[in-house]
């Protein structure tokens, strides 16, 4: 059968931006490459609309509706690009009686509403939907068959039916290889400081997070479950040769743990001799120097870390598990083993004054990173701290303002939201147009895509300290 995944743009509130030319801090809808090459492997037609490419959705996705004749649409949503999907989807079932299925974050955690407020949407897909696409194909739309499918939820007359959860994927080496030949690489061009060459792959090698405890995550899984090192160096060995790759970025929650699994995939990607460069995440309490040492050899060339604060108080009020030392120690380490330092801090927590938040600027700033970012607590939908303020006068009930640059958490130590967003953009322009900060940019520069890697990164500067 035939299929045609969407991705809507995201919607961010308004701002006045310094706009690039191109559209940057694109990746290529890594879930739907997983799912699509699932489907490929059943026999059904897949193919890609990726509105965030597009100048002209409405037109565009019609067009391609009317090309491709498919049999299902699959939407992904997130919370920036919940209302334009909304919008979307009701337009689209004007003119087309096939299936309209639904999955992503949003959608998994606002299901029930979404089915009640938005009729054009016939399935809602939930968590994990390698193979539930594939099952409701099969189902033919019938609600017998549909109540035996795990993980989706739809409509029987006025009712709204809800399956047993769909069980975690156990052994994620039994996926095929995303269907990377679906998307042209060089359409998407990431935020300059995620990367350092292009073209440039996403890559995930687990599924929800080793630690899974922080409070304002909303994606707490602790699954932990990963590839193994020989089935994620195979998909980087093809990236290279096939699609001409010259950099990976991997999105894992946490990457660098478990030096088992990190010393055979170093090793087996040392043997392939590839002249490819990769970046990840990572929590301060599961690096060492001799781990740092060991993935710098084999081509890492940045890593974040997540520091959210430097009070111990507030750090053990949103349950991250880690302490300033860890975090001084595996800033140092990754310095001096010669690997870009990226640090993410978040101002406003629960409890938070001012004081306390000069406080993790301040230690911010004592790391010397290379890349430095803050963004506003933003309790979503789905995590505890949700669960925790939802009824407050604290947060703003309006989740279509949440998005991480304006404030809608009020700590109790602040006066009013313009106070915290004021120490925000304060927190980007003190560190990033420091005279000794831009030096140090420029005598990093070593070729012509630095050049252009820092200029975008001062744009971006700009943007948030505005």
Same mark, same amino acid.
């Given at each position: 059968?035939?299929?045609?995944?969407?991705?809507?743009?995201?919607?961010?509130?308004?701002?006045?931006?310094?706009?690039?030319?191109?559209?940057?801090?694109?990746?290529?809808?890594?879930?739907?490459?997983?799912?699509?090459?699932?489907?490929?492997?059943?026999?059904?037609?897949?193919?890609?609309?990726?509105?965030?490419?597009?100048?002209?959705?409405?037109?565009?996705?019609?067009?391609?509706?009317?090309?491709?004749?498919?049999?299902? &649409?699959?939407?992904?949503?997130?919370?920036?690009?919940?209302?334009?999907?909304?919008?979307?989807?009701?337009?689209?079932?004007?003119?087309?009686?096939?299936?309209?299925?639904?999955?992503?974050?949003?959608?998994? &955690?606002?299901?029930?509403?979404?089915?009640?407020?938005?009729?054009?949407?016939?399935?809602?897909?939930?968590?994990?939907? $390698?193979?539930?696409?594939?099952?409701?194909?099969?189902?033919?739309?019938?609600?017998?068959?549909?109540?035996?499918?795990?993980?989706?939820?739809?409509?029987?007359?006025?009712?709204?039916?809800?399956?047993?959860?769909?069980?975690?994927?156990?052994?994620?080496?039994?996926?095929?290889?995303?269907?990377?030949?679906?998307?042209?690489?060089?359409?998407?061009?990431?935020?300059?400081?995620?990367?350092?060459?292009?073209?440039?792959?996403?890559?995930?090698?687990?599924?929800?997070?080793?630690?899974?405890?922080?409070?304002?995550?909303?994606?707490?899984?602790?699954?932990?479950?990963?590839?193994?090192?020989?089935?994620?160096?195979?998909?980087?060995?093809?990236?290279?040769?096939?699609?001409?790759?010259?950099?990976?970025?991997?999105?894992?929650?946490?990457?660098?743990?478990?030096?088992?699994?990190?010393?055979?995939?170093?090793?087996?990607?040392?043997?392939?001799?590839?002249?490819?460069?990769?970046?990840?995440?990572?929590?301060? $309490?599961?690096?060492?120097?001799?781990?740092?040492?060991?993935?710098?050899?084999?081509?890492?060339?940045?890593?974040?870390?997540?520091?959210?604060?430097?009070?111990?108080?507030?750090?053990?009020?949103?349950?991250?598990?880690?302490?300033?030392?860890?975090?001084?120690?595996?800033?140092?380490?990754?310095?001096? &083993?010669?690997?870009?330092?990226?640090?993410?801090?978040?101002?406003?927590?629960?409890?938070?004054?001012?004081?306390?938040?000069?406080?993790?600027?301040?230690?911010?700033?004592?790391?010397?990173?290379?890349?430095?970012?803050?963004?506003?607590?933003?309790?979503?939908?789905?995590?505890?701290?949700?669960?925790?303020?939802?009824?407050?006068?604290?947060?703003?009930?309006?989740?279509?303002?949440?998005?991480?640059?304006?404030?809608?958490?009020?700590?109790?130590?602040?006066?009013?939201?313009?106070?915290?967003?004021?120490?925000?953009?304060?927190?980007?322009?003190?560190?990033?147009?420091?005279?000794?900060?831009?030096?140090?940019?420029?005598?990093?520069?070593?070729?012509? $895509?630095?050049?252009?890697?820092?200029?975008?990164?001062?744009?971006?500067?700009?943007?948030?300290?505005?």
């Amino acid at each position: 059968m035939k299929v045609l995944f969407v991705i809507s743009p995201d919607i961010i509130p308004k701002k006045k931006f310094i706009k690039p030319k191109k559209k940057v801090g694109l990746y290529i809808p890594l879930s739907i490459a997983q799912i699509s090459a699932v489907l490929e492997e059943q026999g059904h037609d897949i193919k890609v609309l990726d509105l965030r490419l597009s100048n002209n959705i409405f037109h565009d996705l019609f067009n391609s509706i009317k090309n491709s004749t498919p049999d299902l &649409v699959g939407f992904t949503d997130s919370f920036f690009s919940a209302k334009i999907t909304q919008d979307l989807t009701k337009e689209l079932r004007k003119k087309f009686k096939g299936l309209i299925v639904l999955g992503g974050s949003y959608a998994t &955690v606002f299901a029930k509403n979404i089915l009640k407020i938005n009729k054009a949407i016939d399935i809602i897909v939930l968590d994990e939907a $390698d193979y539930t696409i594939g099952e409701i194909l099969s189902s033919k739309n019938t609600s017998t068959k549909l109540n035996k499918i795990n993980g989706i939820m739809f409509r029987k007359g006025k009712k709204i039916i809800e399956t047993k959860s769909r069980p975690v994927i156990q052994n994620l080496d039994i996926l095929p290889t995303p269907a990377f030949h679906l998307f042209d690489f060089n359409k998407y061009i990431p935020n300059p400081k995620h990367c350092k060459r292009t073209p440039i792959a996403p890559m995930i090698t687990s599924r929800g997070c080793v630690y899974g405890k922080c409070s304002f995550c909303y994606q707490p899984r602790k699954y932990g479950k990963r590839q193994s090192p020989k089935k994620v160096v195979s998909q980087i060995v093809e990236l290279h040769k096939k699609y001409g790759i010259k950099e990976v970025r991997f999105w894992d929650d946490v990457f660098l743990y478990n030096n088992k699994w990190i010393n055979e995939f170093c090793e087996l990607l040392e043997k392939e001799n590839l002249d490819i460069i990769w970046a990840c995440h990572a929590r301060v $309490d599961t690096v060492s120097k001799e781990m740092l040492l060991r993935v710098k050899k084999a081509g890492c060339w940045q890593v974040l870390y997540g520091l959210e604060s430097a009070n111990f108080n507030l750090l053990k009020n949103i349950n991250k598990g880690t302490t300033k030392k860890q975090a001084r120690n595996a800033v140092k380490w990754t310095k001096e &083993v010669g690997i870009e330092v990226r640090v993410s801090c978040i101002l406003g927590l629960p409890g938070e004054t001012p004081e306390l938040t000069d406080e993790t600027i301040n230690f911010a700033y004592q790391l010397d990173p290379d890349i430095l970012q803050f963004s506003l607590i933003t309790p979503y939908p789905g995590s505890k701290m949700y669960e925790q303020y939802k009824n407050s006068k604290q947060l703003d009930p309006n989740i279509k303002k949440y998005c991480e640059i304006k404030p809608v958490f009020l700590p109790k130590g602040y006066k009013n939201l313009k106070q915290l967003e004021k120490k925000y953009k304060q927190a980007y322009s003190n560190f990033y147009f420091k005279p000794k900060y831009l030096l140090g940019r420029i005598l990093k520069i070593r070729t012509f $895509d630095d050049i252009k890697r820092y200029y975008n990164g001062i744009l971006m500067a700009i943007n948030m300290s505005k």
